[in-house]
Each structure stands twice: as structure tokens, then as C-alpha cells.
């Protein structure tokens, strides 16, 4: 069963700060992970992709891979009240069907 | 661009009564999947489609039933409701096949079994 861990809890860190969150993969095989973002009840939004080692940048956000460990992280940086959400990591895990493995998500509060 | 659009977004119904959830994209996406969210589990996959005419089952199909006769459409079906289905159900569509290829979300329907 292709697992994916986000196992810290809700993250509150002050308007301004850097938020940084961690997701795990049991995997090997998964060759593309995700970054979601979803609002109290509204629906998962995309904010960003990640496929090869290193640093993906994208305004404020940075995505960091690293296979060897399989991790997946998630950098918010200048935090505002608008980043306060859960963000669900997902991993193509290799089905070859497009489907993703979500983990439970990270609640995160940006305090003004 | 309408995108991917759920309906309804709410519905009541009691148990035992078979209910039809719709779900409609534009994109001419090749994958759709319906999912189910809830509280401590997460999203969960229940059914899932990868053309018209081909589906398969994801994590928790047992209560549902999907059809896709067109590329756009792919309702899911509760044919005897129960209060454990009370969820929030969300629908996704995906390109074809690639390794980049993210899924994305409507709006969900929010399910309240009686």
C-alpha cells in the first residue's frame, strides 16, 4: 500500500515568517509529488509540483525534494493570513494510472 | 472555462434511498476519480476512470457504483444510502498519462445521509 505521512500537527507561526512542512513516502517508485492547498471547506487547489531532487520555486513557495530520503517538503515564506489552510501532500506512486496518494494534510496558522 | 463542476453542492437524503452525484469537466481530461474526505482519514479514493467506458476501483468502492459513457461525465451513485456515507465527495479530472500530470479538484459535494 503506497503510504504518504504528514505527521506533524497544526503549524501556527507568526504573519511574516517562514512555515515549513514535511511529507513522507514509502515509495520508491513515485515520480512526481504535489502540493495541495484547501481552505476550510472548500475544495484542494494545486499550488505546486515537484519531480526531480532539489528546489522548486514558485513566488513564495518552495518545494524541496530528496529521494534518497523520501521526503517532500513544503516552504511558505513572508507568511500571510491568506497561507492559514491545510496543505495535503500527494505522490504519483507509480499506479501508471494517474492516480495519487494523499497524505492526511497539515493544518497551517498564520497568526497577524 | 468552466473547468470541472460538481452538483449538487449539498444534499439531504435518508437511508436507503439511492443518490446520484454528477460531476462534469471540460477539459476533455482522459482520468477522473471521485473521492470521499472526511475527518481524520483524509481524502480517499472510491472510484476512478481512465476513458470513457473504462473504470476501476480505488480504496473504499464498496456502497458505490460509477459510469462514464462520455469523456465529461462520470457520476457516482449511492444505490442504498447509508449514514456512514455521509461525506464530502469531491470529483477530479487529470490529463492522460505523464508524470507530471496533477489532478484537479470541483467544488465537492457536501452528503448528509438521515
Known amino acids: 500500500q503506497k503510504e504518504v505521512e504528514q505527521n506533524s500537527g497544526p503549524l501556527s507561526v507568526p504573519e511574516g515568517a517562514i512555515a515549513s512542512l514535511n511529507c513522507t513516502y514509502s515509495d520508491r517508485g513515485s515520480q512526481s509529488f504535489f502540493w495541495y492547498r484547501q481552505y476550510s471547506g472548500k475544495s484542494p487547489e494545486l499550488i505546486m509540483f515537484i519531480y526531480s531532487n532539489g528546489d522548486k520555486e514558485d513566488g513564495r513557495f518552495t518545494a524541496q525534494l530528496n529521494k534518497a530520503s523520501q521526503y517532500v517538503s513544503l516552504l511558505i515564506r513572508d507568511s500571510q493570513p491568506s497561507d492559514s489552510a491545510t496543505y495535503l501532500c500527494?505522490?504519483?506512486?507509480?499506479?501508471?494510472?494517474?492516480?495519487?496518494?494523499f497524505g492526511k494534510g497539515n493544518q497551517v496558522v498564520v497568526i497577524p | 472555462d468552466a473547468g470541472i463542476t460538481q452538483s449538487p453542492r449539498y444534499k439531504i437524503t435518508e437511508t436507503g434511498r439511492q443518490v446520484t452525484l454528477m460531476c462534469h469537466q471540460t477539459w476533455s481530461h482522459s482520468y477522473m476519480f471521485w473521492y470521499r474526505q472526511d475527518l481524520g482519514h483524509g481524502l480517499r479514493l472510491i472510484y476512478y476512470?481512465?476513458?470513457?467506458?473504462?473504470?476501476d476501483k480505488g480504496e473504499v468502492p464498496d456502497g458505490y457504483v460509477v459510469s462514464r459513457s462520455k469523456t465529461e461525465n462520470f457520476p457516482l451513485t449511492l444505490e442504498s444510502a447509508t449514514r456512514s456515507q455521509t461525506s464530502v465527495y469531491f470529483c477530479a479530472s487529470s490529463e492522460g498519462q505523464g508524470r507530471n500530470q496533477p489532478q484537479h479538484f470541483g467544488d465537492g459535494t457536501r452528503l448528509s445521509i438521515l
Open positions: 500527494a505522490v504519483n506512486a507509480g499506479y501508471g494510472n494517474n492516480r495519487l496518494a
Open positions: 476512470s481512465a476513458a470513457a467506458d473504462i473504470t
